[in-house]
């Protein structure tokens, strides 16, 4: 390790910011539960996704060409459940009513962890299914091969991806941060005409999605 494979952290930062900053069906996720649950759910979705970045980005970092075959052999696969995923969220988020606003101090801490971990799981499950993903890291390392040297090694390829995973993480900082600071001011009519617009919107991409397999498969 030198200080060659130490500024490759920053690349690795540009990386996951490219990666996680367009506005799509994960973005609007997070944005509205931001909104609807406040900053913490918000942000604990958005790791999840993160998480998600950060394995593809080990796939292709570390040359682990045989998973990475095999992840674009299920693209057809992955991408129909990834598909589904979207229109069963986007017509959950549409019926899903304002919840009651719970003081922290009195909710169940249990109940909170496990809403959470859900929270996480869902996003981390929508990523992963998303293979366009793995081919724009692979796209995007590539075009890193030259900053690593003519013999990139375990410690090149660590750095870049923890990168990757700081900067999808502060992607969703900024964004759970700035959303947050309007949570306070949602009431339940706005709220409910957030649920609608964007569970409309996350079911279209995941409709979309669905097509373009259909498409394929004729």
Same mark, same amino acid.
């Given at each position: 390790m030198n200080l060659a494979h130490i500024l490759l952290l920053g690349p690795g930062i540009v990386i $996951? /910011?490219?990666? *996680?900053?367009?506005?799509?069906?994960?973005? %609007?996720?997070?944005?509205?539960?931001t909104l609807q649950y406040g900053f913490i759910n918000g942000f604990i979705s958005?790791?999840?996704?993160?998480?998600?970045?950060g394995l593809f980005a080990v796939v292709t970092g570390f040359g682990l060409t045989a998973i990475s075959q095999w992840i674009e $052999? /299920?693209?057809? *696969?992955?991408?129909?459940?990834?598909?589904? %995923?979207?229109?069963?969220?986007?017509?959950?988020?549409?019926?899903?009513?304002?919840p009651k606003r719970l003081d922290p101090k009195t909710e169940d801490s249990d109940k909170r962890a496990r809403t959470l971990v859900r929270a996480m799981a869902s996003?981390?499950?929508?990523?992963?299914?998303?293979?366009?993903?793995?081919?724009?890291f692979t796209a995007m390392f590539t075009g890193l091969g030259g900053l690593a040297g003519d013999d990139p090694s375990f410690f090149a390829a660590a750095?870049?991806?923890?990168?990757?995973?700081?900067?999808?993480?502060?992607?969703?900082?900024?964004l759970c941060t700035v959303v947050g600071l309007l949570h306070k001011r949602i009431d339940d009519r706005i709220m409910l005409f957030i649920?609608?617009?964007?569970?409309?919107?996350?079911?279209?991409?995941?409709l979309v999605v669905l097509g373009h397999v259909g498409m394929k498969l004729l």
């Open positions: $996951g /910011l490219i990666v *996680a900053a367009p506005i799509g069906p994960v973005n %609007l996720i997070c944005i509205r539960r958005g790791l999840g996704a993160a998480l998600g970045d $052999g /299920l693209s057809t *696969a992955l991408q129909l459940a990834g598909g589904t %995923l979207l229109v069963c969220f986007g017509l959950y988020t549409y019926f899903s009513q304002p996003t981390f499950a929508l990523t992963i299914t998303n293979p366009a993903t793995l081919l724009g750095f870049i991806v923890g990168g990757v995973i700081l900067g999808s993480t502060l992607w969703w900082l900024i649920n609608h617009g964007s569970g409309l919107i996350v079911a279209a991409f995941g």
